[in-house]
């Protein structure tokens, strides 16, 4: 016997269907948001990198070759 198809029957899977959907856009949200926090800090790492390849490195170059000429200037004074 097949039950008769009516309203309250209809907007109860209205209502199930709907739901279903929005956990799994809740769903779908999430991973996004974690992967959109993954890559920017994956960026920021980046950008940090490349800020003391390009601030640091030569600021401590310049340190350990101005440390070297000292070194040699006192080798030959004393």
Do not use: C, F, Y
């Not at 907007?11 to 709907?18: P, Q």
């Not at 601030?55 to 000292?70: A, E, F, N, V």
């Amino acid at each position: 016997i097949r039950p008769k198809w009516n309203a309250s029957i209809a907007i109860k899977w209205g209502i199930l269907l709907e739901t279903a959907e929005l956990k799994g856009t809740k769903t779908a949200e999430k991973e996004m948001l974690g992967t959109m926090k993954t890559k920017l800090e994956t960026m920021v790492e980046d950008m940090h990198i490349k800020m003391i390849q390009k601030l640091w490195l030569p600021l401590m170059k310049r340190i350990l070759t101005g440390l070297d000429m000292l070194k040699k200037m006192l080798r030959t004074m004393l």
